[in-house]
């Protein structure tokens, strides 16, 4: 089974910033997506970013472009969130998860992330 954990998570003030990282027990992670995403107290858990395979294509949501930057190190099965100029509507779990082409089926743990005003 893939597993996944996150880490890098804490208390930061706003404008601050915190790097995400989940670290993959997989074989062949440059096979998978690679995707974050976060649930807020009292939200629907919401796709932050995504990244392709190789690193080629990323995406995210317009909440954090501009503000967020994933990547990830295949060689280290790792996939990273750097969060910049945070606010504390970034409040939230952030999860990552692997889409090996069928879905997003593999979820971390996730790590909490608190943004102070």
């Known amino acids: 089974q893939v597993q996944l954990v996150e880490s890098g998570g804490g208390l930061v003030q706003a404008g601050g910033s915190l790097r995400l990282s989940c670290a993959a027990s997989?074989?062949?992670?440059?096979?998978?997506?690679m995707g974050w995403f976060r649930r807020a107290p009292g939200k629907e858990r919401e796709r932050v970013a995504s990244?392709?395979?190789?690193?080629?294509?990323?995406d995210y949501s317009d909440s954090v472009k501009g503000r967020f930057t994933i990547s990830r190190d295949n060689a280290k099965n790792t996939v990273y969130l750097q969060m910049n100029s945070l606010k504390p509507e970034d409040t939230a779990v952030y999860y990552c998860?692997?889409?090996?082409?069928?879905?997003?089926?593999?979820w971390g743990q996730g790590t909490q992330v608190t943004v102070s005003s």
């Open positions: 998860a692997a889409n090996a082409g069928v879905g997003y089926r593999y």
């Open positions: 990244i392709s395979w190789s690193g080629g294509n990323t």
């Open positions: 997989v074989r062949t992670f440059s096979a998978y997506y």
